[in-house]
């Protein structure tokens, strides 16, 4: 066998297997084809946040003047990040954590940190979409049950659409509703300090579809109590689990099928709500709104916070989902001109989604008289109160209900089953001989989402959205994430090496990415990392979620979620130090080197670290190496 041979050094051989499978172990899969891998990172990346996250975050920082910060901040942290996660999975052929651990051992943490900012995601995002389920069956209804207040949740000071359009001078900012001093308010509403502070706020509290929303989906009481399950939502949840499981059983080859209606079918449904937005008077005023820029807020760090936490939250970095999806790619695949097409893609799907939303916003304002700020959120509040208020506004108001949700439902299970698709590569590929078995693939999804579904049952109680805030807010918030991403930069430009890295990625696919991706996993990346995480400050301890002030005790479990993630970094990296100090940040030698004898990082022609070379084996592991070579047929 010739050195050349042994080395790998042929563009496009797909290197040596992992070893010889054992009898009854099943190979790991491969994509069927290159459009089912596309099409899987276009679901994962084109998500619920495209709808309710951006067009709110243009309106908050300055209207089309948030573009310039976003375009950077994906330039220069988002698609570097993209890339290096996705190149990795195909590079090793293995999932979020095991990728990390052939890589360099001691940090293996990093994929553990991922998966456990995964597993929070499969327990509490999938209950959007049982909320989702529930407005979908409400929707068949006519009137729509959030557009009127004869029902059996509503109180006596709830107000609806007819009464609005009845008395419009009552629905101004400066109106008068002193007369409310003669109307009897429900004791809750007193807990709620909103309310008490101004009519306006007690206007909202009390909409006809504020109080669907919190007395019919949510039901909150005032302790918030987590014992009582509402069965209506858990039947909701159920049939969001059942979905995401038929959809993933079967791995990649379910998986690969079910992406070419979920990552698809939104666009459609996106596109015909914005021609009927765009269609609607006073959409003009909402678009208006939208693409105005006020370049004073160029110059306000919160701007450039709110460009790159939804860079990060919008691209899927920092979870191990790319790595796993690009582990399932052929070798030689074009990773770099897929990140790069599917970044634009994202940038391109969010700005459309701000068109569609603000011209529906636009169509409410002007029907309500209302300033476009006063009707304007994000997150829950946009589809569920807002988008439901203005779809009630619209003629044929069922059908355009039907097809909202529907949108909303099939732009997040997608991005469901793949996470829990994730999740279980990873946990496969930890355990393969135990787990790459027939038979053992549909236990295991089976089990995470039967665990995940246990868990996700606190969150639709009484008190189940207080839960469901504290781990949004916590667990899958901006520290850690930004911790990972710090990691995970100054591990491979640093530790592995950038220019190992570079030339593992041209051996893949050919040719060298351009140079500035070096340098911004060298600096530019974890510069903005960290920068941002010594500026962030997050107000947590002001929590309020309807009228109920998260306390120390809830501030101490979403600290200790937090802390979780952050925690399995150094404690892996003091595993790793006591079971093999020798070989804590020498990748494995399973991984295919193109140039072993080149130095792994240099800077300006000058050597930085010199040439790792592979880890000391022993005789019987070298004859193995090579019996499994040849087996290979390399």
């Not at 990140?339 to 939303?357: D, Q």
């Amino acid at each position: 066998m010739t050195e050349e041979t042994a080395t790998g050094a042929h563009h496009g051989d797909p290197g040596p297997d992992k070893g010889i499978p054992e009898e009854g172990v099943q190979p790991r899969a491969k994509w069927a084809n290159k459009m089912e891998f596309l099409l899987s990172m276009t679901g994962q990346v084109i998500g619920l946040g495209t709808v309710w996250r951006f067009p709110y975050l243009c309106y908050k920082n300055g209207g089309s003047v948030f573009f310039v910060p976003y375009v950077l901040c994906s330039l220069f942290c988002g698609v570097p990040l993209f890339f290096l996660e996705t190149a990795l999975g195909q590079y090793t052929g293995e999932g979020g954590v095991t990728a990390w651990r052939k890589i360099c051992p001691m940090f293996e943490g990093v994929g553990i940190a991922g998966q456990v900012i995964v597993t929070y995601l499969n327990i509490y995002y999938i209950v959007i979409f049982a909320w989702a389920f529930f407005y979908l069956f409400q929707s068949f209804k006519n009137p729509l049950p959030w557009s009127t207040c004869d029902n059996a949740w509503n109180t006596d000071s709830c107000h609806g659409r007819l009464s609005i359009f009845a008395n419009p001078h009552l629905f101004q900012p400066d109106a008068n509703w002193s007369f409310l001093n003669n109307i009897t308010i429900p004791t809750d509403y007193y807990d709620n300090p909103s309310i008490i502070n101004g009519n306006h706020s007690l206007l909202e509290e009390t909409s006809s579809e504020n109080e669907f929303w919190i007395r019919r989906v949510l039901r909150v009481s005032d302790n918030m109590s987590v014992a009582n399950v509402h069965w209506d939502l858990a039947l909701c949840l159920l049939l969001a689990w059942v979905i995401c499981y038929f959809c993933i059983f079967k791995g990649i080859k379910t998986t690969g099928k079910a992406v070419y209606f979920t990552a698809t079918f939104p666009y459609l449904l996106l596109f015909i709500l914005f021609i009927r937005g765009v269609s609607l008077p006073g959409a003009g005023d909402g678009l208006a709104y939208y693409l105005t820029p006020d370049f004073s807020k160029i110059a306000d760090p919160n701007i450039w916070t709110d460009a790159l936490m939804e860079v990060i939250f919008s691209l899927a970095l920092c979870q191990g989902v790319l790595p796993a999806l690009g582990s399932y790619n052929k070798y030689n695949n074009n990773c770099y001109r897929d990140c790069i097409a599917i970044c634009c893609l994202n940038f391109a799907t969010s700005i459309f989604a701000g068109f569609a939303v603000f011209s529906v916003l636009g169509f409410m304002a002007r029907q309500l008289d209302l300033p476009i700020g006063e009707v304007a959120t994000a997150g829950p509040s946009l589809a569920f109160i807002a988008f439901a208020k203005a779809l009630s506004m619209l003629p044929g108001a069922c059908f355009w209900s039907v097809l909202f949700f529907l949108m909303i439902l099939i732009l997040g299970i997608d991005n469901q089953f793949v996470r829990v698709e994730c999740l279980a590569t990873a946990i496969t590929d930890m355990f393969p001989r135990q787990l790459r078995r027939p038979g053992r693939r549909e236990l295991l999804v089976l089990v995470i989402a039967v665990v995940c579904f246990l868990f996700g049952l606190s969150l639709v109680t009484e008190g189940g959205i207080v839960l469901f805030t504290l781990i949004a807010n916590y667990g899958g918030s901006e520290i850690p994430l930004l911790f990972i991403a710090l990691f995970e930069t100054v591990v491979i430009a640093w530790v592995y090496g950038a220019d190992r890295f570079c030339d593992n990625i041209e051996d893949m696919i050919g040719y060298r990415p351009i140079p500035v991706l070096k340098y911004c996993w060298l600096f530019i990346t974890p510069l903005i990392c960290g920068v941002t995480l010594l500026v962030f400050t997050p107000h947590y301890s002001s929590i309020n979620v309807h009228g109920y002030v998260i306390g120390v005790g809830g501030v101490a479990f979403g600290s200790i979620l937090m802390l979780i993630p952050l925690m399995c970094i150094p404690l892996f990296i003091l595993i790793t130090l006591c079971k093999n100090p020798d070989n804590m940040t020498t990748p494995s030698g399973d991984l295919r080197q193109a140039r072993p004898h080149k130095p792994v990082l240099s800077l300006c022609k000058r050597v930085i670290f010199k040439a790792q070379g592979q880890p000391n084996r022993t005789r019987a592991e070298r004859a193995e190496k090579v019996m499994m070579e040849e087996h290979s047929g390399v």
